[in-house]
Each structure stands twice: as structure tokens, then as C-alpha cells.
């Protein structure tokens, strides 16, 4: 794991999404749920884009590709998938606790109606442009994506946010009003 792939592990997505917000940039996913299991995943992006079969024939199971292509990472664990339309297998996947990102589930197969178009091109997902090496975070509350370029000016925002959340938190515990904690910081941490 890189180090900013580690960095971004010790936060949540609200705090990264906070800070493209600060930055001016754009990432956060609206709409994505976590379907399969608790866990959060900070770390890399691999793309794979599908698409509608619509005459197309493929001998190949989907995702094939990028299950070849990073078969390393698999063995040292692959920290989920995040889907831009319905997953299926859940229960599989809860069995596995392997993380599923998803619009939403189903039980349909793909064959004949789905197939891979591209390894490692870029993709949309939600309004957002995802290249492979880009960063992601997703968690219960949302999916965030940083483009490489972008990653250690907004990681460094995060944890700015996150190290002035907490001690809003400690005011709190220590007896503060939070309309005197929440006035006197959060609305101004977040300013340009």
C-alpha cells in the first residue's frame, strides 16, 4: 500500500469529500451504497468499462482483464469493487467479506446482455471521470474518488479537516455549546 492509499485509509469519505470541496474539485459519488459488507476501502483504481452487449459476443467472463492484471494485488488482497450499476453475487461476496460498492443488486447475469469493453481506460462514475491509478475511498457514507494528480494536496486537506474535527469533538466533551464549536470552526474550515 502506498503512502497515500494509507493515509486515505485512516480517514472517512466525508472528510476527503470536505476537502476536494475546500479545493475546489470535483470526486464525490452520490447514489453508490455499500451492499456487501462493513468495511471501508482506501486505495488505487484499476478501471474496467462495460457495456450494453447490443450484437457483441464475448467468450471472456467479465472483469477477466483486470483480475489478470492485478493478480499480485489479489494475492495480497484486492480491497473491493465499486460498480457503477447493479452487482450481484452479495451473499458470496458478504461470505467472503469482500467490500461491493453498488447502485444497487441483482440477480441477473450479464451474459448476453453485458460485455468488457476496456482495461485501465478511463470511465464515468456518478459525474465523475475515473482514470486507473486515480484514488478512491468508500465507505457507508459515500464513494470519493482523487485523481492522482490532486492526491497529496487533498490528503493533506483531509487530515487538516480531520485533526480540526476532532478537536471540535474534544471542546464538545469538555463542556462547549455546539453552536460555539460547530459557529466558531466548521463552517469556516471549509473556505477556499
Known amino acids: 500500500m ?3 492509499s494509507e493515509r486515505l485509509s485512516r480517514m472517512d469519505s466525508c472528510a476527503v469529500s470536505d476537502a476536494l470541496d475546500k479545493l475546489g474539485l470535483s470526486g464525490s459519488v452520490t447514489g453508490i451504497l455499500r451492499v456487501s459488507t462493513d468495511r ?3 486505495g488505487r483504481v484499476l478501471t474496467v468499462k462495460l457495456d450494453r452487449a447490443e450484437g457483441r459476443n464475448s467468450t471472456r467472463h467479465l472483469c477477466t482483464a483486470a483480475i489478470e492484471a492485478t493478480i499480485a494485488a489479489k494475492m495480497r488482497g484486492v480491497a473491493g469493487a465499486i460498480i457503477e450499476g447493479p452487482a450481484r453475487d452479495i451473499d458470496e461476496s458478504r461470505q ?3 467490500p461491493v460498492f453498488a447502485r444497487t443488486i441483482t440477480g441477473r447475469t450479464a451474459r448476453g446482455r453485458i460485455v468488457e469493453v476496456s482495461t485501465g481506460a478511463p470511465v464515468v ?4 471521470i475515473v482514470n486507473s491509478g ?3 475511498i468508500a465507505d457507508g457514507s459515500s464513494v470519493v474518488f482523487v485523481a492522482q494528480a490532486d492526491i497529496g494536496r487533498v490528503v493533506d486537506a483531509a487530515e ?3 485533526r ?3 478537536l471540535m469533538a474534544q471542546a464538545l466533551r469538555d ?3 455546539a453552536s460555539e464549536v460547530m459557529g466558531a470552526n466548521y463552517e469556516h474550515m471549509l473556505k477556499k
Do not use: H, M, N, T
Open 175 to 177: 463542556g462547549k455549546r
Open 40 to 42: 471501508r476501502i482506501a
Open 2 to 4: 502506498d503512502q497515500y
Open 160 to 162: 487538516l479537516i480531520v
Open 96 to 98: 467472503l467479506d469482500f
Open 125 to 128: 462514475v456518478g459525474d465523475v
Open 164 to 166: 480540526r474535527e476532532s
Open 134 to 136: 486515480d484514488y478512491v
